[in-house]
């Protein structure tokens, strides 16, 4: 389960909406989503949170590059919504490396075989690409400094990290509205 939001910041304070993330395929997708919401180019919080497991936080401010802090990069990856948040560039990947089909190992499995060594990798690519993976927060954990959340705040915050940004940024009440 997962809770997504948009949070538009405008001149009479923040302005909340809950938003679906079933459309959204790449960062792209959730950067114009986040755009829509704020005609007047001003800053937009995507705020996602799966389950306890992790959080995101993408900033959007206008035209500008989204800029992302995920809490636990190894949690978000076995989620759809966190791949999109776990570009290459954010995990400081080579966006080349691990793309090309002719470097995957195929070891028959593919067939329907079953494959009964446990110590191995499943052949699938998922086992490789996941230890390239960080345990753990990546991304601008400075993403929310000057609207006010620390990058140690930003570090500590688990269970319901939504609901603590909300807080910190004064719209918790906006926010609730929507959840």
């Known amino acids: 389960?997962?809770?997504a939001a948009l949070l538009a910041r405008t001149e009479d304070g923040w302005e909340a909406s809950d938003t679906e993330l079933?459309?959204?395929?790449?960062l792209s997708d959730l950067a114009d989503l986040a755009r829509e919401a704020s005609p007047d180019e001003d800053t937009v919080l995507v705020l996602i949170e799966q389950e306890d497991a992790w959080f995101g936080v993408v900033r959007v401010d206008g035209e500008d590059d989204p800029r992302i802090y995920v809490s636990d990069a190894a949690a978000a990856a076995r989620s759809s919504y966190g791949e999109i948040l776990l570009t290459d560039e954010l995990l400081g990947r080579d966006p080349d490396d691990g793309d090309d089909l002719d470097a995957l190992d195929l070891d028959g499995t593919e067939d329907g075989e079953a494959d009964g060594d446990d110590e191995s990798d499943d052949g699938d690519?998922?086992?490789?690409?996941?230890e390239l993976v960080p345990?753990?927060?990546v991304g601008d954990?400075?993403?929310?400094?000057?609207?006010?959340?620390?990058?140690k705040e930003l570090r500590?915050?688990?269970?319901d990290a939504v609901t603590e940004i909300?807080?910190?940024l004064g719209a918790s009440e906006t926010l609730e509205t929507v959840r």
């Open 141 to 151: 954990a400075q993403v929310l400094d000057d609207l006010g959340v620390s990058e």
């Open 22 to 26: 079933d459309d959204v395929e790449t």
């Open 166 to 168: 909300a807080e910190s």
């Open 156 to 159: 500590s915050m688990s269970t």
């Open 125 to 130: 690519g998922a086992a490789g690409a996941a």
């Open 1 to 3: 389960m997962y809770f």
């Open 135 to 137: 345990h753990g927060p």
